[in-house]
């Protein structure tokens, strides 16, 4: 063999382990990816409209996940669930409520939000785009606890596991394990009858299907977060759900004029969630007239009586890096995410 021919071959030799190497890394990097998830689902890396009550009152408003959907994803969506049991045949299921009086003519989560967001999902997965998961985070606030009512839910979230973002119950809560980010994050409240539903009576090494909010100290709603909340996030519990009565005292109805102080409490806020590595949720933000409020179904109690004012108070939400903004103004806080989104994209 000829020098040039030497030469030759040993350069085809280091483009073949060249091209090894980098199937090598691209590998792990995917490996990883599946493991730890998407930069999109760690705490802090986006803003998300939270589509507060998406369900309707009885029988009035059926059209809010239509509305939420609609304002495009990602997003997350609110369901509250109630135990209704049937008084002749005392047969009980999981329903859509804000609480009792119940008919037991609700709907139930399956058909009103999983076979709703079928094809959403169905999409997501065809794509592949891992990089936009989880396209739904899905927010359970449960107005009754019995252990028939967790069972069930924990069977209609084990039915959709395909869908569901999961994690592996660790043997010491503490071992946060990594999420496996599918199109659907599912989150639920901080009680400890929850954690022990959907935590502590799981199987070592069995898969997570659901989350809960870390437990927060409310007796002085505006103490220091670190008092709040004292504790990181846990293999369990990994995000924060806060009443605005933490930002402003007393709540929107009463908040007054938005302050440059207001808004250092407010990102003093989401910087200690994120350094404690979870994910921070403020509700709820609206902001409209009262003849609104009541034709829509909307709590005065979370109104700042004006448009303006709660813009003011959603544009410092996106800025500070708030993860979940919750409202019943879905279509609007959705519009101003998106101009946001495209404000910061590159040129």
């Avoid at 119940?102 to 999983?114: I, L, Q």
């Avoid at 539903?197 to 809960?212: H, I, K, N, T």
């Amino acid at each position: 063999m000829d020098d040039n021919a030497r030469q030759t071959a040993c350069n085809r030799s280091y483009i073949v382990r060249g091209l090894c190497v980098v199937l090598f890394v691209s590998n792990l990097l995917l490996s990883a990816e599946g493991r730890i998830g998407p930069d999109t689902a760690r705490p802090g890396a986006r803003s998300l409209m939270d589509a507060h009550n998406c369900y309707p009152y009885f029988e009035w408003w059926p059209d809010r996940i239509d509305r939420a959907l609609s304002s495009g994803t990602p997003l997350a969506i609110e369901q509250d669930l109630y135990w209704y049991t049937e008084a002749k045949t005392g047969h009980g299921r999981s329903v859509l409520t804000h609480g009792s009086p119940v008919s037991g003519n609700e709907p139930t989560m399956r058909d009103y939000f999983f076979e709703r967001v079928r094809p959403i999902v169905q999409k997501a997965l065809r794509e592949g785009n891992r990089g936009s998961w989880p396209v739904i985070t899905l927010n359970l606030d449960l107005k009754s606890e019995e252990p028939e009512h967790l069972a069930a839910i924990w069977n209609l979230l084990t039915e959709y596991r395909d869908w569901v973002s999961t994690a592996t119950r660790s043997a010491d809560i503490h071992r946060v394990e990594p999420l496996d980010v599918k199109p659907i994050l599912v989150l639920t409240g901080q009680s400890e009858a929850q954690k022990v539903a959907f935590y502590d009576q799981r199987p070592v090494g069995s898969e997570l299907f659901v989350f809960g909010a870390a437990p927060t100290n409310v007796k002085d709603p505006l103490a220091k977060p670190e008092i709040l909340e004292p504790n990181p996030a846990d293999n369990y519990h990994r995000w924060w759900n806060n009443p605005w009565d933490v930002v402003e005292a007393g709540g929107p109805s009463v908040a007054g004029p938005w302050t440059a102080e207001k808004n250092g409490r407010l990102t003093e806020l989401v910087t200690y969630a994120h350094k404690q590595g979870l994910w921070i949720r403020f509700y709820t933000l609206d902001g409209a007239k009262p003849a609104e409020l009541s034709c829509r179904g909307w709590f005065r109690s979370y109104n700042f009586g004006s448009r303006a004012a709660v813009d003011l108070r959603w544009r410092a939400a996106v800025n500070a890096g708030v993860d979940y903004i919750a409202t019943d103004q879905y279509e609007d806080l959705a519009d101003l995410l998106r101009k946001h989104t495209a404000a910061q994209a590159p040129n």
